[in-house]
């Protein structure tokens, strides 16, 4: 163990010497471009490209054109990069992380990579956590890159499909996480290449990449849209028996948040629905519905995991950052569930058209990168996962920020008093103080103490998350006392005020331990930037979550028999501290576990959508004529169908290809049983497919030009493969919650489920082709077709958005439409569930 230690330690510190020569190869080029006029210096970058075009890679011109950026941003911004930052932008530009502590400049580090990298011309995504950082350091930084010559985007989720294209076609693009995937996505659901917003995707530069690449990585990006509202009521009844239930009623496992009914609770639910058996088969729905309506009551808490909005809809509270993940929705019928508790309207289900995780949409780039002050804890996931190293980059000057070793309480009571009364003190004496929570009602709990005990003082949660940057500025000013959610204003420094630096520095509380170290190390990071004085102290107690997770029961049990008073039995140790760290590490363990599983499950989707989305871009691309693909599908559903009948007797057989013949490939009285009698199985394919291909061209006949066969196809192919591949993902949902079960019968669920979503997805290839050539060979083409074929596929791809709505013709009547005929809109719905139900 020793040697291994020996081993990692000795290559960080052989890296960093590596490091330091380069930089010192940078500055050495310092005074030459001091030298440089600002015409002379700007037109260092046409320079580099055209170097670039001649064959000098991005490693040969690093150390001019870093050079080049420093002396830009002296003259632009004000700011010299120091050479600790240029060690951290050579660690980006080779697609590694280089973590370097809060108020160490990241921003000014992230210049110099993404400035060579645009040299390129193939596009660079600096990806931030909200749009509020993507516009900041855009406009910022955007100065230096334009003055430059480099062109600046930012993509924002309010741009239109225009701007954004417009976005993604500058060198450089600033934009979101989830806006990246999403554009993703729905690139792969339009229907005409010009209507696609991304270019390939090249370089990534992750600002805050812990927070992206693991933090969100449990929740895969899904667009979705909706399905049947007839089980809304259910919803509600599951939701009334739910609250009727008494404590003995169900079972909750603390450690891992799971609940389930007690015999009590199962006799109860026989009851309240008049059943004879809950778990009889027929009733599987019924349970799931149970199942959501005791997660929403009993686990899933107000103000903590989601909090209701003024216009009555419930949004996520995410655990790391403390923000509302607005269009964010939990899936599986959990977020329905919780409407019905909280009594607000119980939006329709929804149905996945299109999935992604984070760590399959970031493994497409060419080159991968970020920028954190705490990524070591989690060196292990960034390598196994995205094979980046994290590389520990040394502070600009020695920290001298104090960390005091926690404090344990009995109970949270005595635990707040204390943090109430420390804070009180330190704002009496001028000290700033951050009091770091871990969920928005905790921050408007101590809110309220200090409003008692007369201390002004600032709260910053997911209720007011708009003003956090400018709140956060301003909490390191004499006398400040802002409350915040661990992760609110991340990226934004606080600087402090005049006469602070006397008084100690800022004082940063943390008020329960996050189950992640990373967290608690962020918000000690937000005291003590650039060799500034600063504290940070943790105030714990037996009765929080973690410490719940982990055993304080023997802790509590030592305390008792000791018989102290609240004020007395306070634990002071660093002991403790290690034993919370300890405690951290396996929760950690178990939350890389998830994120695991999440990316194992989604590696068997990821081979099949990138098949579909290549396919597909190949068809919205192609400009010629799609006949030897159409020609192929056809020849291998005759072939799939032949061969599928041979199990029965020759009589039987020869029916059922006659009836496939008629129903989906030839007009009906143009074959007949005595046409195929006697031949061999190779005789009847190549029969029909003959006879196939007569029909198909007398079908194409009938378009008006070459340009309308081309778009008739692409329209029908789209069509098809839209549909089925929703179809598909939806199928893969519904596999993957039933899979699980199959670990009883000592099997590998997730080998199971990769060996059943091959065959699903072989099924559903030749579900295309069936129905590509059933509706190539039967569609009634007239030459009016084109435009109405092009509005149907159309209206296909994008009713799978949620929030997107089709618009009825205007010379349609609504009252002459019948509630079980087709919306008229295109929606494929029934009228009664579209624009029946909306009048």
């Not at 209507?195 to 990585?217: F, G």
């Not at 080159?367 to 980059?393: A, C, D, H, Q, W």
């Not at 704002?427 to 700033?432: L, W």
């Not at 079960?741 to 091959?758: C, D, T």
């Amino acid at each position: 163990m020793a040697n291994i230690l020996k081993t990692i330690i000795e290559n960080d510190k052989g890296e960093l010497r590596k490091l330091e020569k380069m930089a010192k190869k940078v500055i050495a080029y310092e005074n030459e471009m001091a030298a440089l006029s600002d015409e002379a210096l700007k037109a260092k970058t046409e320079e580099f490209k055209e170097r670039h075009r001649n064959g000098e890679s991005l490693d040969d011109l690093l150390y001019e054109a870093f050079a080049v950026v420093r002396e830009g941003a002296k003259r632009v911004l004000g700011l010299f990069p120091y050479p600790v930052q240029i060690m951290g932008g050579i660690v980006l530009h080779h697609g590694d992380v280089p973590e370097m502590r809060t108020g160490e400049g990241k921003t000014l580090t992230a210049t110099m990579p993404v400035y060579l990298n645009a040299i390129s011309g193939k596009g660079v995504h600096v990806v931030t956590v909200n749009e509020y950082l993507s516009e900041r350091d855009a406009t910022e930084m955007g100065e230096l890159y334009s003055w430059l010559g480099l062109s600046v985007g930012i993509n924002l989720a309010a741009k239109s499909p225009t701007e954004k294209k417009e976005a993604y076609a500058c060198d450089i693009t600033y934009s979101t996480n989830s806006e990246i995937g999403f554009d993703y996505l729905r690139d792969n659901m339009v229907v005409r290449a010009e209507n696609m917003v991304q270019r390939p995707l090249n370089y990534a530069l992750v600002d805050e990449v812990d927070s992206i690449l693991i933090d969100e990585a449990r929740t895969p990006l899904i667009v979705s849209g909706p399905v049947s509202s007839e089980t809304n009521q259910l919803y509600h009844m599951a939701d009334h028996y739910v609250k009727s239930l008494t404590k003995d009623d169900y079972i909750i496992d603390v450690q891992s948040k799971t609940i389930g009914l007690s015999d009590s609770g199962i006799d109860k639910a026989e009851s309240y629905f008049k059943l004879d058996n809950l778990y009889d088969i027929e009733n599987v729905a019924l349970t799931h519905f149970i199942d959501n309506a005791l997660r929403a009551n009993y686990i899933m808490l107000l103000d903590i995991d989601y909090v209701v909005s003024e216009d009555q809809e419930i949004l996520i509270v995410d655990q790391f950052t403390g923000r509302t993940m607005e269009g964010r929705r939990y899936s599986d019928g959990l977020h329905q569930a919780i409407e019905a508790k909280e009594g607000v309207p119980v939006q329709d289900e929804t149905k996945t058209s299109a999935s992604i995780t984070y760590q399959n949409l970031f493994r497409m780039y060419k080159k991968l990168s970020g920028m954190t002050g705490t990524g070591k804890t989690e060196e292990e996931e960034f390598r196994e996962i995205y094979n980046i190293r994290v590389i520990p980059i040394p502070t600009n000057r020695p920290v001298a920020r104090i960390d005091h070793p926690d404090l344990l309480y009995p109970s949270i009571e005595s635990k707040f008093k204390a943090v109430v009364q420390d804070v009180k003190e330190r704002y009496q004496k001028g000290q700033p103080v951050l009091v770091g929570t871990v969920a928005v009602e905790t921050s408007d709990y101590i809110s309220k103490m200090l409003v008692k005990a007369g201390v002004p003082h600032e709260v910053l949660n997911a209720k007011n998350h708009y003003k956090e940057a400018q709140i956060v500025m301003n909490a390191g000013q004499r006398g400040a006392v802002t409350i915040a959610t661990n992760m609110a204003g991340r990226g934004t420094d606080i600087k402090l005020g005049e006469g602070v630096r006397e008084l100690g520095g800022l004082c940063v509380i943390g008020t329960e331990r996050h189950e992640s170290r990373r967290i608690d190390n962020q918000l000690r990071g937000r005291s003590g930037r650039q060799g500034d004085p600063g504290e940070s102290q943790f105030y714990l107690s037996l009765e929080d979550d973690l410490m719940k997770r982990f055993g304080s029961e023997r802790i509590k049990a030592v305390l008792d028999r000791m018989n102290l008073s609240e004020e007395e039995s306070v634990i002071k140790s660093k002991m403790l501290t290690r034993q919370v760290e300890g405690a951290q590490k396996r929760v950690e363990g178990n939350n890389y576990d998830t994120r695991k599983q999440v990316l194992q499950y989604d590696d068997v989707m990821r081979e099949q959508r990138e098949i579909i989305y290549a396919e597909r871009y190949d068809v919205i691309t192609a400009d010629r004529d799609l006949a030897p693909e159409i020609h192929g599908m056809i020849k291998r559903t005759i072939n799939r169908t032949v061969d599928m009948n041979n199990h029965v007797d020759k009589a039987e057989k020869l029916e059922a290809i006659l009836n496939f013949a008629k129903m989906n490939l030839l007009p009906e009285d143009s074959i007949s049983e005595e046409d195929l009698k006697g031949l061999s199985d190779k005789q009847i394919k190549e029969e029909l497919f003959e006879r196939a291909l007569e029909v198909y061209d007398s079908q194409i006949a009938k378009l008006r030009d070459e340009d309308a066969v081309k778009e008739f196809q692409k329209v029908l192919i789209l069509r098809v493969v839209d549909a089925k591949w929703t179809d598909h993902i939806d199928a893969l949902d519904q596999l993957r919650s039933s899979v699980g079960l199959r670990g009883y019968a000592q099997n590998n669920p997730i080998v199971e489920y990769q060996s059943e979503g091959f065959r699903m997805f072989n099924d559903m290839i030749g579900s295309i082709e069936f129905d590509v050539t059933r509706l190539m060979m039967k569609a009634q083409i007239h030459e009016q077709e084109r435009p109405r074929a092009e509005h149907q596929i159309s209206t296909t791809a994008t009713r799978n958005i949620a929030a997107q709505h089709t618009m009825l013709p205007e010379d349609v009547k609504i009252e002459s439409i019948r509630r079980n005929e087709l919306c008229p809109c295109g929606s494929g719905k029934k009228f009664k569930n579209c624009h029946g139900r909306r009048n």
